[in-house]
Antibody, heavy 120, light 111 residues
Framework: QVELVESGGGLVNPGGSLRLSCAAS????????MSWIRQAPGKGLEYISY????????NYAESVKGRFTISRDNAKNSLYLHLSSLKVDDTAVYYC??????????????WGQGTLVIVS | QSALTQPPSASGSLGQSVTISCTGT?????????VSWYQQHPGKAPKLIIY???QRPPGVPDRFFGSKSGNTASLTVSGLQADDEAEYYC???????????FGGGTKLTVL
């Protein structure tokens, strides 16, 4: 079954850290760019980071640059997002998504169910 | 970059058609044919319904139609069904050094 399953969300204090994980299955994970997209409660979608198929390149939204780090372990079919210096505004559901197309972020064809991070 | 502009709401009757607009700039929608649309039901993850302006993924009915003119993309949903009631988001590629931007979402109500 082709799917993405996120984990690691939870309640954290402002200034704290958290690591989100995403387990991929059913497709050749190492062949795809992967991304994280978040959605604050009752708000729209925000594309926050992507990573190339072999770990390079990476890119971040200005809102998280210097605080979040994306990484992957192709041997474990896993994507990660390390969140640090967390702010109340980082409260959101974080989605792990598969990137498709010829350029990073061309479109996103597979989404996980999301993991909720609450900074309070 | 600024978010793409979508109307906050749209509505149509069962069986009718509705069009949702998504306005960007010459640096995103106007520059690339990489507009995508996502459907999100409450409490669920978004689902890709249109990519590369006009393309439908397997399994998405041809009632969903995407188009673009200049800096504005549009999603038309024809033959509205109750299950089409959802939030719809547009997205556009914005260049090699940028991240995709999303619209603010349009809540589609089926009357």
């Amino acid at each position: 079954q082709v799917e993405l399953v996120e984990s690691g969300g939870g309640l954290v204090n402002p200034g704290g850290s958290l690591r989100l994980s995403c387990a991929a299955s059913g497709f050749p994970f190492s062949g795809y760019y992967m991304s994280w997209i978040r959605q604050a409660p009752g708000k729209g979608l925000e594309y926050i980071s992507y990573i190339g198929s072999n770990g390079i390149p990476t890119n971040y939204a200005e809102s998280v640059k210097g605080r979040f780090t994306i990484s992957r372990d192709n041997a474990k079919n896993s994507l990660y997002l390390h969140l640090s210096s967390l702010k109340v505004d980082d409260t959101a559901v974080y989605y792990c998504v598969r990137d498709r197309g010829n350029v990073a972020g061309q479109f996103f064809d597979l989404w996980g169910q999301g993991t909720l991070v609450i900074v309070s | 970059q600024s978010a793409l502009t979508q109307p906050p709401s749209a509505s149509g009757s069962l069986g009718q058609s509705v069009t949702i607009s998504c306005t960007g700039t010459s640096s995103d929608i106007g520059a690339y044919n990489y507009v995508s649309w996502y459907q999100q039901h409450p409490g669920k993850a978004p689902k890709l319904i249109i990519y590369d302006v006009t393309q439908r993924p397997p399994g998405v009915p041809d009632r969903f139609f995407g188009s673009k003119s200049g800096n504005t993309a549009s999603l038309t949903v024809s033959g509205l069904q109750a299950d089409d009631e959802a939030e719809y988001y547009c997205s556009s590629y914005a260049g090699l050094s940028s991240l995709d931007i999303f619209g603010g979402g349009t809540k589609l109500t089926v009357l």
